[in-house]
């Protein structure tokens, strides 16, 4: 686990948004008042796949309208990202920042994995622990779950998911579920509501990807 972590690591990054929002004083009936800005803040998990700053990452993490982004590395370095693109399919994003020489992952084949192996889930743990890692097993293959964000919102169906019994919690999504041999077998997606269940999360496997990120 202690080696498969060194390795991922530096390739693995914070993701951030900001985005303003108008907050309306329903108190208030006179002009030139409506209301006042306040800044929303979230965040999530990405993972390097190009060494000049190809940032992969969840859609629900990248589709939010009218937000700035921002990427951290695991050295602190903070880059202005943009949303390059969303896939229409599966829950998967891509995030470019103006860098040189980065690390990078590695990928596995996730078709290869059996029940029961050792997995590692990193990431962004509640928007405020970078790099936090995880571990656990793979409890499941081939899963279909309806997910949404916290709130509610943007519920959808995913299918051919993993599941692991290894943390995710908000702010790991988009992070890199990895093998003990460091390589990236899946993207951290979901997970059940807290209060509902235990060690039930999941991710896409990384083979439903490949054609997304070579293309």
Request: charged share 15%; proline share 3%.
């Given at each position: 686990?202690?080696?498969?972590?060194?390795?991922?690591?530096?390739?693995?990054v914070?993701?951030?948004?900001?985005?303003?929002?108008?907050?309306?004083?329903?108190f208030?009936?006179?002009p030139?008042?409506e209301?006042?800005?306040?800044?929303?803040?979230?965040?999530?998990?990405?993972f390097?796949?190009t060494?000049d700053g190809?940032?992969?990452?969840?859609?629900?993490?990248?589709n939010i309208s009218g937000?700035n982004?921002?990427?951290?590395t695991?050295d602190?370095?903070?880059y202005d990202a943009k949303?390059?693109?969303?896939?229409p399919?599966?829950?998967?994003?891509?995030l470019?920042?103006?860098?040189?020489?980065?690390?990078t992952?590695?990928?596995g084949?996730?078709?290869?994995?059996?029940?029961?192996?050792?997995?590692?889930?990193?990431?962004?743990?509640?928007?405020?622990?970078q790099?936090?890692?995880?571990?656990?097993?793979?409890?499941?293959?081939?899963?279909?779950?309806?997910?949404?964000?916290?709130?509610?919102?943007?519920a959808?169906?995913?299918?051919g998911l993993?599941?692991?019994?290894?943390?995710?919690n908000?702010?790991?999504s988009?992070?890199p579920?990895?093998?003990?041999k460091?390589q990236?077998?899946?993207?951290?997606?979901?997970?059940?509501?807290?209060?509902?269940?235990?060690?039930?999360g999941?991710?896409?496997?990384?083979?439903?990807?490949r054609?997304?990120i070579?293309s």
């Amino acid at each position: 686990v202690i080696s498969s972590v060194k390795k991922v690591s530096p390739a693995v990054v914070s993701v951030s948004f900001t985005k303003d929002v108008q907050v309306i004083n329903p108190f208030y009936f006179g002009p030139g008042q409506e209301g006042s800005v306040q800044q929303e803040q979230g965040g999530g998990t990405g993972f390097i796949i190009t060494s000049d700053g190809l940032v992969a990452t969840n859609k629900h993490v990248a589709n939010i309208s009218g937000a700035n982004y921002s990427v951290i590395t695991q050295d602190g370095k903070k880059y202005d990202a943009k949303v390059l693109a969303l896939d229409p399919i599966n829950d998967f994003a891509i995030l470019k920042i103006e860098a040189k020489n980065l690390p990078t992952v590695d990928f596995g084949n996730s078709d290869d994995l059996e029940i029961g192996q050792r997995v590692i889930a990193i990431g962004n743990a509640l928007g405020a622990f970078q790099n936090s890692v995880t571990t656990g097993v793979l409890s499941g293959k081939g899963r279909t779950i309806e997910a949404a964000t916290s709130s509610g919102s943007g519920a959808e169906t995913l299918q051919g998911l993993l599941q692991t019994d290894a943390a995710i919690n908000e702010g790991n999504s988009g992070g890199p579920l990895v093998n003990l041999k460091g390589q990236v077998i899946g993207v951290n997606t979901a997970t059940a509501s807290k209060g509902q269940a235990e060690g039930l999360g999941f991710a896409i496997p990384i083979n439903s990807l490949r054609s997304a990120i070579e293309s």
